[in-house]
């Protein structure tokens, strides 16, 4: 199996386009990253490498952090109502409802939709989302209403070693809309600070400052678990 452009394939159909500029010119850079018993074996430093190689050859990086901007300044969301499904808790392909939500932020020039059921936060089109009111962390429990999230596991991991206030439990709209801060979170968006919410301020309309405070431990957890797969490969 060769895994092309997104795709698994099996390697007989497999192939490159003949305008491709690597294979005309030779513009292109690679890195090969062996696995050990499941583990990739030194990940961290080829990743640097190939970050490195790219930049030389100006070529984006399609494996990149979200963009420093958007963490720094936070995004925007606007809500729907979750009209999905009631298995939300399993990682389906059929994810019709999750696009055509993610479309009503998109044609609004926004990062996320945030979704409520019968009044209540379920989650985000593509992410789950926390809160923060008063100094506490909040987000819906696990239930058959959302994804259970990776790194809705990692950021629970995080504020509890850091000993930040965690509460699950059901979240109103009207807590959401009266957040001092609101979260979504993904693998592909990290931790991201939602700073406008249907045009409306969140907050003081900046990331929040629990925000950072999650924002740099997920980044030390991060480094900290590659490191370690590293190592026990
Ligand atoms: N989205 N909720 C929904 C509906 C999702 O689609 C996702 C994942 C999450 C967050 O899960 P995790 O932390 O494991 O990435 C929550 C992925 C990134 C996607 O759409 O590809």
Redesign the pocket.
Known sequence: MVFLNGKFLPIEQAMVPVLDRGFIFGDGVYEVVPVYDSAPFGFAEHMARLDRSLAELRIANPLVNPPRELVEKGGSAVSAVDNRWLR?DI?SIS?LG?VLARQVSADAGAQETILFRDGKLT??????VFIVKGGELLSPPKTNL?????????VTEIAQAAKIPLVFRDVSEAEVRSADEVWV?????EILAIVTLDGKQVGDGRPGPLFKRAFQLYQQFKARVMRKEAVSA
């Open positions: 939300c990682k994810l999750n989650e985000a089109s593509a992410s789950n959302i994804l259970p999230g990776i790194t809705y596991d990692v979170t993904s693998s592909s968006k």
